[in-house]
T-cell receptor, first 115, second 113 residues
Framework: GAVVSQHPSRVICKSGTSVKIECRSL??????MFWYRQFPKQSLMLMAT?????????EQGVEKDKFLINHASLTLSTLTVTSAHPEDSSFYIC???????????FGPGTRLTVT | LAKTTQPISMDSYEGQEVNITCSHN???????ITWYQQFPSQGPRFIIQ???TKVTNEVASLFIPADRKSSTLSLPRVSLSDTAVYYC??????????????FGTGTKLQVIP
């Protein structure tokens, strides 16, 4: 149980284009999902918190107009990187939290490469 | 937010018990302590969670002293496949309220044959 999937697992896009990453909780309902970014040999950095049916809360320094987050249902959250640039190349990881619990379950991550 | 401090790296031989300690001096009353394991290019995997004293599951034990200002993850008889980065996180609580967590630097465990 408590499986989180991400799609795609890796994506390569050209500079200036937009990329959408999906995060799904497969066997549970997640009222809250989180998006992290991880650069090589670094720790995970929280980008934003996504609550079903409401606007996402972004961490300081994360551009909300560049990283669009939508949490339309209790099992799906999407992150869209708009007008991607090479410096946006990173490993993006989502996690989902079961309602009423603290534990987070992480997705397998999405490797984004912007050329 | 409770900040955590862990050793940057550790080496261990196969078959040995490994103990990784995490300091969290400003842990709050309703904070839980959770440990995750991460392999390269994968999302973190939940290992164990506790509030106080000792918690044990099929893969690890978690020791938390009475003052809760630190915790120790114990991995019995490690194998090469346990080579990974281990993160200690502090926050949240089972009250249902959400408190975001911050990942520290983690401890890179290298298991040597």
């Amino acid at each position: 149980g408590a499986v989180v999937s991400q799609h795609p697992s890796r994506v390569i896009c050209k500079s200036g284009t937009s990329v959408k990453i999906e995060c799904r909780s497969l066997d549970f309902q997640a009222t809250t999902m989180f998006w992290y970014r991880q650069f090589p040999k670094q720790s995970l950095m929280l980008m934003a918190t996504s609550n079903e049916g409401s606007k996402a809360t972004y961490e300081q320094g994360v551009e909300k107009d560049k990283f669009l987050i939508n949490h339309a249902s209790l099992t799906l959250s999407t992150l869209t990187v708009t007008s991607a640039h090479p410096e946006d190349s990173s490993f993006y990881i989502c996690s989902a939290r079961v309602s009423g619990a603290y534990e987070q379950y992480f997705g397998p991550g999405t490797r984004l490469t912007v050329t | 937010l409770a900040k955590t401090t862990q050793p940057i790296s550790m080496d261990s031989y196969e078959g040995q018990e490994v103990n990784i300690t995490c300091s969290h001096n400003n842990i709050a009353t309703n904070d839980y302590i959770t440990w995750y394991q991460q392999f390269p290019s994968q999302g973190p995997r939940f290992i164990i969670q506790g509030y106080k004293t000792k918690v044990t599951n099929e893969v690890a034990s978690l020791f938390i002293p009475a003052d809760r200002k630190s915790s120790t993850l114990s991995l019995p008889r490690v194998s090469l496949s346990d080579t990974a980065v281990y993160y200690c996180l502090v926050g949240g609580g089972f009250s249902g309220g959400y408190q975001k967590v911050t990942f520290g630097t983690g401890t890179k465990l290298q298991v040597i044959p």
